[in-house]
């Protein structure tokens, strides 16, 4: 007989419950992997830092078997991880020029204009709102981290300093900022309470307003093995069957959806109120279908994933150790949530990689939570002269690549560590 665990938490006061799916309430009884103990992915470190105590938390991935949500368990709040965040979305080239087509699309679908508002909620430092500007499209940002959204007003992108909910959205709504578009990119993931987050979107929606939301899709996710995006952040992860489940629950209509190759692999969703007029696109139907035919309502799908890590695990480390027993030089290159997953769960510290760079100035100098490897500037690839280069942020291997091309005047070759370990000659490559 086949018995399943049922995960075992405690509340405040030491009494054991089991844990709960956070969008359905169901009990959650399936893990789709467990990678370990971390620290929090975006904990870079000050060098006066370095001898000090790190917490760790469990990368411990739960599956919901009523809604099929997966997701992780909250142990680090909001307020913790996102007062004050080290990711700028400005630093990557082809997030930003994604996010200008986005605008100049969704303005001519939507009929935008002077009389029109648009939100986005997690709005970074104004990488996608300020798009909108020259379109004539009235924005406003909502931005919980104070040091990026101050980035963002300094481009002319209007931003309140708050974590969105039901909450806002009421004060908001009290002030007549009802919205045509919500626009909602790589935030989902990150709200531990959906159902406040969703209720705030529905109240701040005008009647045919509609909201997007983009993700990375569980679909892609497990089918190409990017276990390392994977990390305390990112609370929940989602197929469009899920959504269509949440929508309902809030009395919003799933109209359309898209397949972005943003992310290693994301949906963009389109919602819209229960009673509009917005017709549903055929799209819908046949991903859910799609997602059906792959086995995203069978539990064995989602638990057999755990073998995949192990043996990407396996093989990247087989790969480094034998390139650091022939004499290489390896160092990285970024230092993203995803990248820093990857590094705890496979133990990679300075004994493979001797720094890693990235073009967030914010970054430089610090270190890496947990492996503590030294971040620097992009031409400290230059100096050092390495003869691989891993390549952490592994969605962006084309545009990084673009950008070093010229490492191959020493010889150097790229690694990409997901799904499995490839390497990249970049002389052999057109220009």
């Not at 909108?132 to 406003?140: A, D, I, N, Q």
């Not at 209720?199 to 509609?210: D, N, R, S, T, Y």
């Not at 962006?396 to 799904?419: N, S, T």
Request: some cysteine; aromatic content about 10%; hydrophobic content about 40%.
């Amino acid at each position: 007989m086949n018995i399943q665990a049922v995960e075992i938490v405690r509340d405040h006061n030491g009494a054991r419950r089991t844990a709960s799916c956070r969008l359905c309430g169901s009990r959650l009884c399936h893990t789709l992997v467990d990678l370990g103990m971390s620290p929090p992915c975006e904990g870079f470190l000050q060098p006066d830092q370095l001898d000090q105590m790190e917490l760790y938390y469990p990368l411990k991935v739960l599956v919901c078997d009523s809604c099929y949500l997966v997701q992780l368990k909250e142990y680090m709040s909001p307020e913790t991880i996102f007062s004050e965040y080290a990711y700028f979305s400005s630093f990557s080239t082809s997030w930003v020029a994604h996010s200008k087509a986005y605008c100049e699309a969704i303005t001519k679908r939507l009929g935008l204009g002077t009389h029109s508002f648009a939100v986005e909620l997690a709005s970074n430092d104004g990488y996608l709102l300020q798009h909108f500007l020259p379109l004539g499209v009235p924005v406003l940002g909502v931005e919980p981290a104070a040091n990026v959204a101050r980035a963002a007003v300094e481009k002319g992108v209007p931003t309140r300093v708050d974590f969105f909910g039901a909450r806002l959205a009421n004060e908001m709504a009290a002030e007549g900022l009802h919205a045509d578009l919500i626009i909602g990119n790589n935030v989902l993931a990150q709200v531990p309470n959906l159902n406040d987050f969703v209720a705030g979107m529905k109240i701040l929606l005008k009647p045919e307003g509609v909201i997007t939301l983009e993700f990375p899709h569980i679909e892609r996710l497990m089918a190409e093995n990017q276990f390392d995006t994977i990390y305390h952040e990112h609370f929940s992860y989602f197929s469009l069957l899920t959504i269509d489940l949440m929508a309902a629950r809030h009395r919003l209509r799933l109209i359309d959806v898209e397949e972005l190759p943003t992310h290693g692999g994301s949906l963009r969703v389109y919602l819209a109120n229960e009673g509009s007029s917005w017709a549903v696109d055929h799209n819908v139907g046949e991903l859910l279908d799609r997602e059906k035919r792959h086995g995203l309502t069978v539990m064995t799908t989602y638990t057999s994933f755990g073998y995949k890590a192990q043996r990407a695990k396996r093989d990247l480390l087989a790969f480094l150790i034998s390139a650091k027993n022939e004499g290489k030089r390896i160092c990285g290159y970024g230092a993203p949530g995803k990248g820093n997953t990857l590094l705890n769960y496979c133990a990679i510290g300075t004994d493979f990689l001797d720094f890693t760079v990235d073009r967030n100035p914010y970054k430089h100098g610090r270190f890496t939570p947990g492996m503590h490897i030294p971040i620097k500037p992009i031409d400290a690839i230059d100096q050092a002269k390495p003869d691989y280069i891993l390549i952490l942020p592994w969605n962006l291997k084309d545009e990084i690549v673009q950008q070093m091309h010229h490492v191959a005047a020493w010889g150097a070759k790229f690694v990409v560590p997901i799904p499995f370990v490839t390497v990249i000659d970049s002389s052999e490559l057109p220009r």
